[in-house]
């Protein structure tokens, strides 16, 4: 079975662009989540989508944002980069998303902001 | 708002020795999971070990185990017979029980470094 893939897998972009991630989780999987890794803050959740909704959302600007499409496969989208914003992005997808089921992450897409 | 906590920045095992990871956390909920997951340098995130808060039996996966303590809310991971692939950032994390939300929330990490 196909693991969680994530593209691209580098990125660099400057500051004022945009960017969009792409995230495909693993086939049967319908929960996808999206962590923003730094050195500074850790692990952060981003948000969560599930059967093409939003579920739950971390506490972050509404510059990020995703979405989640009919196969499950999910994107995020961040408008007017900020240099903080590089970071590892990491997308992880479960069958349902909660309770003790496990997340599968991705290898992460790694953004540095010039 | 829930909060995990892991006071070891970095920590060094001799290989085939044990090692113990501490991690404390914080929550006014009952019903949750916690959660050890290990980030190789390579970066993909693989669990480790998983608890569930209502069970008080703690968790064993062959080398790994953990000490659940739910009334000091502590949670930590040992690791017998270290061995060189060990080495890697562990992180323990938190999922709500209660409800569909998947998100987990993560403590800062321990570095885990094995010496041959």
């Known amino acids: 079975k196909a693991g969680v893939t994530q593209t691209p897998r580098y990125l660099i972009k400057t500051r004022g662009q945009q960017v969009t991630l792409s995230c495909s989780p693993i086939s049967g999987h319908r929960s996808v989540s999206w962590y923003q890794q730094t050195p500074g803050q850790g692990l952060q959740f981003l948000f969560e989508?599930?059967?093409?909704?939003?579920?739950n959302k971390g506490n972050f600007p509404g510059r990020f944002s995703g979405r989640q499409f009919s196969n499950s496969r999910s994107e995020m989208n961040v408008s007017t980069l900020e240099l903080g914003d590089s970071a590892l992005y990491l997308c992880a997808s479960s069958r349902t998303g909660g309770g003790p089921n496990e997340q599968y992450f991705g290898p992460g897409t790694r953004l540095t902001v010039t | 708002a829930q909060t995990v906590t892991q006071s070891q920045p970095e920590m060094s095992v001799q290989e085939a020795e044990t090692v113990t990871l501490s991690c404390t956390y914080d929550t006014s909920e009952s019903d949750y999971y916690l959660f050890w997951y290990k980030q190789p340098p390579s970066r993909q995130m693989i669990l480790v070990i998983r608890?569930?808060?209502?069970?008080?039996q703690n968790a064993t996966e062959n080398r790994f185990s953990v000490n659940f303590q739910k009334a000091a809310k502590s949670f930590s991971l040992k690791i017998s017979d270290s061995q060189l692939g060990d080495a890697a950032m562990y992180f323990c994390?938190?999922?709500?029980?209660?409800?569909?939300?998947?998100?987990?929330?993560f403590g800062k990490g321990t570095k885990l470094s094995v010496k041959p």
């Open positions: 608890q569930e808060a209502y069970k008080q």
């Open positions: 989508y599930f059967s093409e909704t939003q579920r």
């Open positions: 994390a938190y999922r709500s029980g209660g409800g569909s939300q998947g998100n987990l929330i």
